[in-house]
């Protein structure tokens, strides 16, 4: 009887321990895990998604449009009597020639060019133009790297990567335009046409 009681006391005294729940104490570690693991996710993604959209904001220029954007600046800079080249800004006409010829909205060009101007005066250069401050300006062409140290020489430059000259950029937009103008409408009515071709047979022969 004794090794029986005590045989029964042993097992009562392991009992409490095996059958303690330990789930709940395990089951409390891994939502803290998931909520770090979902954290660092959040701030990987978050550096991402900034890191894309810095990229994006510079890959989304066409290289032609830079290259017409800084031309029209070169062009708009004036020569005092001392020889020194000052800022000047592209008046309304000139903003709508590249909006038309390049489909940039005109916000984007404003932009573009209080950025340049900011640049110019903060440091004095910007990527295609350094010496501003000094008054005797270097320009460089962003696809051959050439330097060039008067306006028009720079801007003849950029026209030959371009492959047409800046005074005809108007006449080009014009073109451009009327040429979209005409393929819609070329389109649109071939879409239309043999719907309505079909159409009018039909009642034809319903009516006959």
Known sequence: QKHALSDIADMVKVLPKATTPKPAASS???????????????DVSSEVSTLHKRKGRQSNWNPQHL?????????SLFQTSE????????????????????GLSMTTISHWLANVKYQLR??????????MDKGHPIFYCS??????????TYISHLESHL????????????????????EISRVS????????????????SKFK
Do not use: H, W
Not at 67 to 75: D, E, G, K, T, V
């Open 163 to 182: 492959g047409f000259q800046m005074k005809d950029m108007t006449r080009m937009a014009v073109d451009q335009q009327s040429k979209v103008e005409q």
């Open 28 to 42: 409390r570690v891994p939502p803290m895990k998931l909520e770090m693991d979902v954290r660092r996710f959040e």
């Open 67 to 75: 290259l017409i954007l800084q031309a029209q600046f070169a062009s």
């Open 122 to 131: 903060k440091t004095g250069g910007t990527k295609f133009l350094k010496n």
């Open 143 to 152: 696809d051959c790297a050439s330097q060039f140290r008067t306006p028009s």
């Open 189 to 204: 009515s071939a879409q239309r046409s043999p719907e309505t071709i079909a159409g009018e047979e039909d009642t034809d």
């Open 83 to 102: 020889g020194k080249y000052l800022l000047s800004d592209l008046g309304p006409q000139e903003r709508m020639q590249i909006s038309k010829f390049t």
